[in-house]
């Protein structure tokens, strides 16, 4: 494993405004105390928090960038693509979040309708209870479950129930890897595949997906998340020097009940990538 070392920068974080624990100036205040100068905050689906940040990075001397985390559907998988930099106020933009919040409710409704088949009593309400416009997503439901004793944990409960093959995972009919992309870029944003080792690919498989993500449109690789495996770092770093990407690096802290993922711990970039931040007008704090 390599050290997640403390960073000045932190491009993956969630709120409430998704399926984060904190409210976003809670998540602020939590990030500047980690000693994090450059956040962006990155909410599945959702812009709904970034003005509230925006707010609180101002009280705490941080610089806010603009981010999302779209969920897409490619091939068998299910990808999250990052956008850094986006315009939150562009109307496509956020007619198409919107869309995706609509296919989140309807889900919402089938995983409690699986749930109630595995005995359990209809949960969405309890799940929808601390969810952002109350719809849930799958840590919502994680949550829930645990609340009402059926699970030791979030982990328990997906490894259970939520995760890819389990009785209430849903299939679900996101947009295309293209589509994302192109939903980013029409924002004025970087798209940045996030957490590739995640999708546990065979390396051609990896890299084919890399090579389609390129041909899309996309322009960075999140080459380091917390608690990532030094070998997967290497790998990804490769892989985005290769095709010519440019790297990106985030904790993708969620709120403290995840106690081995801090806000602002990660792994360092390798020196041979190029950082994401150079094409966001960022620079590092010791360089200026
Ligand atoms: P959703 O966007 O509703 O499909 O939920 C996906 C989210 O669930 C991810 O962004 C993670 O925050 C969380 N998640 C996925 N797998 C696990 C797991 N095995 N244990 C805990 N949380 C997980
Ligand atoms: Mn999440
Ligand atoms: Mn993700
Ligand atoms: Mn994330």
Known sequence: MNPNLPSWIDLHLHSTASDGELAPADLVAAVAAAGVKVMALTDHDSVAGLDEARAACVQHGLQLVNGVEISCRHDTLDVHIVGLGIDPASPQLQ????????????????????????????????????????????????????????????????????????PAYVKMDWPSLADAIGWINSAGGVAVLAHPHRYKLTRTKLDLLLRGFREAGGRAVEVAVANQEATSVQQLADFSCRYGMVASKGSDYHGPSMRWVQPGKMPALPSRCTPVWSLLGIQEPQKI
């Open 95 to 166: 007619g198409h979040l919107a869309a995706q919040m609509a296919r989140r409710a309807a889900r919402a409704q089938v995983i409690s309708t699986r749930l109630q088949k595995e005995g359990f009593p209809d949960l969405l309400e309890r799940a929808s209870a601390g969810a952002p416009q109350g719809i849930p997503a799958r840590p919502h439901f994680a949550r829930a479950l645990v609340a009402a004793g059926h699970c030791r944990d979030e982990k328990d409960a997906f490894a259970k129930y939520l995760s890819t093959g389990k």
